[in-house]
């Protein structure tokens, strides 16, 4: 069920297996700040031990995806040593990207502007669908910081270098419809329409096998394999962990008597 409404994030498990977190401070564009990044961290947490979860889609409150991180600190660090700053980014990038190591499909429902960090955390999800007016950007060199939030990893990996390059070097911002275009999003919608078809596509996803559907995560993790042999040689060993899953045989069974089949992960 939906948290309550001064949550900073609200999250809502659906009845098909589909989890929605909904980043909750429109009157901070929805950045990252403490109260946020704790509840986070346990929402991820509570999801892991889900045993019936099958998807999970990211969208903010409002107008904003995410403006990133909470930037009203930054003034104050000329004083801070380098090694407890390492630290407390490093735990800020590590809780939010604990998002990659959920073992289902997750979704950014990008609604709004996606700025830095916040872009990054949808870089972070293995689908992206972006409201068509929706800006994204990464303005970490224009603030005199390096990128951050794994982006010299993310970018690269979602869109390739050459977008990377300019995004992060030359600061280029992209409208929703131009990042599909690009590769950064999947697809781009008007923004009245985003989450319906998002949490369509997470419905979609919640309908396929579960076992299949977590081993093709892996198997795609960290842009694929590292080549055809290493391709084969895990999918020698997954296939065959399917094959011998009840979930197969009603799968087969729901195509051989033109009904959709009723998976339940075992």
């Not at 069920?1 to 977190?21: I, T």
């Not at 007016?133 to 060199?141: R, S, W």
């Not at 005199?144 to 990996?157: C, I, R, S, V």
Request: with cysteine; net charge negative; glycine share 10%.
């Amino acid at each position: 069920m939906p948290g309550d409404s001064a949550d900073p994030l609200q999250v809502e498990r659906r009845p098909d297996g589909v989890a929605v977190l909904t980043l909750n401070d429109a009157d901070r564009r929805n950045a990252m700040s403490d109260e946020m990044t704790a509840a986070w961290k346990d929402a991820i947490e509570r999801l892991r031990g889900d045993a019936g979860l099958r998807c999970v889609v990211v969208t903010g409150a409002g107008s904003a995806f995410s403006s990133g991180g909470n930037l009203s600190w930054l003034a104050d660090t000329n004083s801070v040593a380098v090694p407890p700053l390492r630290d407390r980014m490093l735990e800020f990038y590590r809780t939010w990207l604990a998002i990659r190591g959920l073992e289902v499909p997750t979704i950014a429902a990008v609604n709004g502007h996606a700025v830095g960090a916040g872009l990054c955390l949808a870089l972070a999800c293995d689908l992206r669908y972006a409201a068509e007016d929706a800006k994204l950007l990464a303005p970490f060199t224009a603030l005199g910081l390096h990128p951050g939030m794994a982006a010299t990893w993310l970018f690269p990996e979602v869109a390739g270098l050459p977008l990377a390059r300019e995004m992060l070097l030359a600061g280029r911002v992209l409208t929703g419809a131009e990042a599909a275009a690009n590769g950064l999003a999947n697809q781009a919608f008007p923004r009245a329409e985003l989450l319906e078809k998002a949490l369509g596509v997470a419905a979609r996803i919640a309908a396929q096998a579960p076992i299949a559907t977590r081993l093709t995560k892996v198997a795609l993790a960290g842009g694929g394999h590292a080549g055809m042999e290493a391709a084969l040689r895990w999918e020698s060993l997954a296939q065959p962990v399917t094959m011998s899953s009840r979930d197969m045989r009603e799968g087969l069974a729901a195509q051989r008597e033109k009904r959709s089949p009723e998976f339940t992960g075992e």
